[in-house]
C-alpha cells in the first residue's frame, strides 16, 4: 500500500486528529485481509481456487456486458407509455396486483374548538360539492391543519400518521366507506370522511398499480431490446468475419 492509495481514501472535511485514526483503522484492516488472503491461497485446495477464479471471471464479464448494453440501450429505449397500454395490461392481470396494506381515500379538517361558523364549516366538509371545496379552500389559512383532496390513494399508515387522534387498533371499526367521524382532543376538533377504503389482499386500483406496471413493461422492453442487440452484434460479427462457426 502507497501514500497515494490512502489519500483517495480519505474524506475532504476530515481533522487531522481523525485523519490519523482513520488512516490507523484503514492500515490495519487492509493488512488484515492481506494476511487472510495470503492464508486462504495457501491453504484453500486448488480446486476450490480455480472455482472462485472462474466465478470472478464470470462476474467481470457480466458488469462489462451489463454497463456497455445499458450505455448503447439507454439512448434507444422508450420510455412513454400510453395510459390505454397501462391500463390493458392492468385489466388482464388485475390478480396479480394486490394490496400488501390498507388504502384510503379521505379528507379531514382540524380546527380550534372555538373557531368561528364551526357548523357552516362542517357542512360544507360533509356535503362538499364543487361550491362547498371552493369556499373551504379560502378558508384553509385559519385550520390548524388539513387535507382536502380526497382523490388519492393513501396507505393506512399514513391515514393514522396523520390523524394522531385514532389509534391503529380501532382501524377494523373506523376504516368503512362513507365514514364521517368527529373527534376532540385538548387543542381542537377534527372533522374526517372517508370516502372508499380497500383493504390488505384486495386487489390494487389502478392508479395505485400504474407505477409497477410501467416498471414491468420497462423492463419488457429492456429485455427485447437486449436480445435484438445481442442478435444485432453477432449478425454484424458474421459479416465481417470477427466470428466464425467451424463444423
Known amino acids: 500500500m502507497y501514500q497515494e492509495d490512502i489519500k483517495s481514501m480519505l474524506p475532504s472535511d476530515i481533522s487531522s486528529e481523525d485523519s490519523a485514526v482513520f488512516v490507523n483503522n484503514y492500515i490495519k484492516n487492509w493488512a488484515t485481509e492481506q494476511l487472510l488472503l495470503d492464508q486462504a491461497k495457501l491453504n484453500l485446495p486448488n480446486q476450490k481456487q480455480k472455482e472462485f477464479d472462474a466465478l470472478v471471471k464470470d462476474y467481470r464479464n457480466e458488469l462489462y456486458i451489463e454497463a456497455y448494453k445499458d450505455l448503447i440501450l439507454s439512448g434507444k429505449i422508450d420510455t412513454v407509455f400510453q395510459e390505454e397500454e397501462l391500463q390493458k395490461y392492468y385489466e388482464e392481470n388485475t390478480n396479480n396486483f394486490k394490496l400488501n396494506q390498507d388504502l384510503l381515500k379521505f379528507r379531514y379538517i382540524y380546527l380550534n374548538k372555538k373557531f368561528p361558523e364551526f357548523d357552516k364549516i362542517k357542512a360544507q366538509f360533509t356535503r362538499f360539492d364543487k361550491e362547498d371545496q371552493i369556499q373551504l379552500d379560502k378558508e384553509t389559512l385559519k385550520f390548524k391543519a388539513y387535507s382536502l383532496n380526497d382523490s388519492v390513494w393513501v396507505s393506512g399508515r399514513d391515514f393514522f400518521r396523520q390523524l394522531p387522534i385514532l389509534k391503529d387498533e380501532e382501524s377494523k371499526d373506523i ?6 367521524l368527529q373527534q376532540a382532543d385538548s387543542l381542537g376538533v377534527y372533522l374526517i370522511k372517508i370516502e372508499e377504503v380497500l383493504l390488505r389482499n384486495e386487489n390494487a386500483p389502478f392508479e395505485y398499480a400504474k407505477p409497477t406496471i410501467k416498471q414491468i413493461l420497462l423492463n419488457r422492453k429492456k429485455i427485447k431490446l437486449s436480445k ?16 466464425e462457426i467451424y463444423n
Not at 376504516?175 to 364521517?180: I, T
Request: zero cysteines; aromatic letters at 14%; charged letters at 55%.
Open 175 to 180: 376504516l368503512k366507506e362513507d365514514k364521517f
Open 228 to 243: 435484438d442487440f445481442e442478435k444485432e452484434i453477432t449478425k454484424d460479427a458474421l459479416k465481417n468475419n470477427k466470428f
